[in-house]
Antibody
Framework: EVQLVESGGGLVQPGGSLRLSCAASGFNFRTYEMIWVRQAPGKGLERVSYMSSSGSNMYYADSVKGRFSISRDNAKNSLYLQMNSLRVDDTGVYFCARQLTRDGYTLIDSWGQGTLVTVSS | DIQMTQSPSSLSASIGDRVIITCRAS??????LNWYQQKPGKAPELLIF???TLQSGVPSRFSGSGSGADFTLTISSLQPEDFATYHC????????FGGGTKVEIK
């Protein structure tokens, strides 16, 4: 069974930092693209960051570019998101998710339960 | 960036009703459109990919249609477990979501 378990969320002051972790199990982690998706309270979903299976390709939403950094350790089956210079509008639930391509179409087929990040003074 | 607009943003319906949710892209996205269901406090779950292909295990009362820029998600006969928020997602260029449609009990 595919499992993704996030950790590292919490309450932080504006300007602060947090590091989110995602522990993967039940599949060959090193062969999958991974992403972070966030959801502000009562709002829609936003892909924050993406990393290819090898770690050689990355993507960041404009809203976090220069402040967030994605990484992975395939030996530890783990995905990370380093979040610096946090702002109030970074508040939300952050989901770790598995992205794949099926029949030429990209989709997200597995999600973690999410970890809540609250940025507030 | 490609913008995705869902309508309505919320709706009220009764058990057994036919429910239709629409999603419009700001440009042609061919069939690169997915639908997800999200229940309160839970992660989204994939329902449909490639505009009309049902994910394994998803009940057949769910169906998707459309291509180009206009898409629909149809629930043929609403069941109690279907009350949730539905999100569309384009993957033609990058990956962006619609704002979501909340389906509530009438």
């Amino acid at each position: 069974e595919v499992q993704l378990v996030e950790s590292g969320g919490g309450l932080v002051q504006p300007g602060g930092s947090l590091r989110l972790s995602c522990a993967a199990s039940g599949f060959n982690f090193r062969t999958y693209e991974m992403i972070w998706v966030r959801q502000a309270p009562g709002k829609g979903l936003e892909r924050v960051s993406y990393m290819s299976s090898s770690g050689s390709n990355m993507y960041y939403a404009d809203s976090v570019k220069g402040r967030f950094s994605i990484s992975r350790d395939n030996a530890k089956n783990s995905l990370y998101l380093q979040m610096n210079s946090l702002r109030v509008d970074d508040t939300g639930v952050y989901f770790c998710a598995r992205q794949l391509t099926r029949d030429g179409y990209t989709l997200i087929d597995s999600w973690g339960q999410g970890t809540l990040v609250t940025v507030s003074s | 960036d490609i913008q995705m607009t869902q309508s309505p943003s919320s709706l009220s319906a009764s058990i057994g009703d036919r429910v239709i949710i629409t999603c419009r892209a700001s440009q042609n996205i061919n069939s690169y459109l997915n639908w997800y269901q999200q229940k309160p406090g839970k992660a989204p779950e994939l329902l449909i990919f490639a505009a009309s292909t049902l994910q394994s295990g998803v009940p057949s009362r769910f169906s998707g249609s459309g291509s180009g820029a206009d898409f629909t998600l149809t629930i043929s006969s609403l069941q109690p477990e279907d009350f949730a928020t539905y999100h569309c997602q384009q993957t033609y260029i990058g990956l962006t979501f619609g704002g979501g449609t909340k389906v509530e009990i009438k």
